[in-house]
């Protein structure tokens, strides 16, 4: 069965710095990936994917992630933190081929200190 | 194009009491999803629906806890006999197809005095 890990509860970073926000997946075959941000009081927003080719995904308001085959992960990257960007991220993962629904890890506190 | 909706948006209800969400998926999205947030929690697998297929109920916690899609579109949860530990948010999402990039709705928050 497929499963996500995010490592950390919660990151915390000034703003402007670059950030990272971890994630690590167990599946079989290849995997299809995912990130979502959820704002206060809001649903869940989808922010980027990866499902084939280049292993750099571009997503929304300047975020991006890497694909690592090797190391299993899927980090989600930001060069310049904005205060705006505090929110509660989530990663996701399921297997390539087939229909099932996404498996989504706990969820990683960010928060950017002016 | 309108988005996943959901009503209400707060419900308050007594333990004991009976309680219907409701979801309005996105046009033409054949999978919608169920789940539940609790405070600082994660997202919580309730039951997902892929076209005419079976259901996959497999995370419902217990059976007081029920849903139906009529006509392949919107979708009812119903929490029978509701409990304290029952107060949490419910989000429904909805995608083209089952583990297609999924859209959430913006949740419905239970409170179970």
């Known amino acids: 069965a497929q499963s996500v890990a995010q490592p950390e509860d919660q990151v915390n970073v000034a703003e402007g710095n670059p950030l990272t926000v971890k994630c690590t997946y167990s599946?079989?075959?290849?995997?299809?990936l995912f990130w979502y941000v959820q704002y206060p009081n809001r649903g869940l927003q989808f922010l980027l994917k990866y499902i084939t080719g280049d292993n750099l995904v571009k997503g929304s308001y300047g975020f991006e992630a890497e694909f690592n085959k090797s190391q299993t992960s899927f980090h989600l990257k930001k060069p310049s933190a904005l205060v705006s960007d505090s929110a509660l991220y989530f990663c996701a993962v399921r297997p390539a081929g087939g229909n099932t629904p996404l498996v989504f890890g706990k969820g990683t506190r960010l928060s950017v200190i002016a | 194009g309108a988005g996943v909706s959901q009503s209400p948006s707060n419900k308050v209800t007594e333990k004991g009491k009976d309680v219907e969400l409701r979801c309005d998926p996105i046009?033409?999205?054949?999978?919608l999803y169920w789940y539940r947030q609790s405070l600082g929690q994660g997202l919580e697998f309730l039951i997902y629906?892929?076209?005419?297929?079976?259901?996959?109920k497999s995370g419902l916690p217990s059976d007081r806890f029920s849903a139906e899609r009529t006509g392949g579109s919107v979708s009812t949860l119903t929490i029978q006999r509701t409990q304290q530990e029952d107060s949490a948010v419910y989000l429904c999402?909805?995608?083209?197809?089952?583990?297609?990039?999924?859209?959430f709705g913006p949740g419905t928050r239970l409170t179970v005095l």
């Open positions: 599946v079989s075959g290849n995997p299809y």
């Open positions: 629906f892929q076209g005419n297929s079976a259901p996959d």
């Open positions: 999402a909805s995608s083209l197809v089952a583990g297609d990039t999924q859209y």
């Open positions: 046009s033409g999205h054949t999978a």
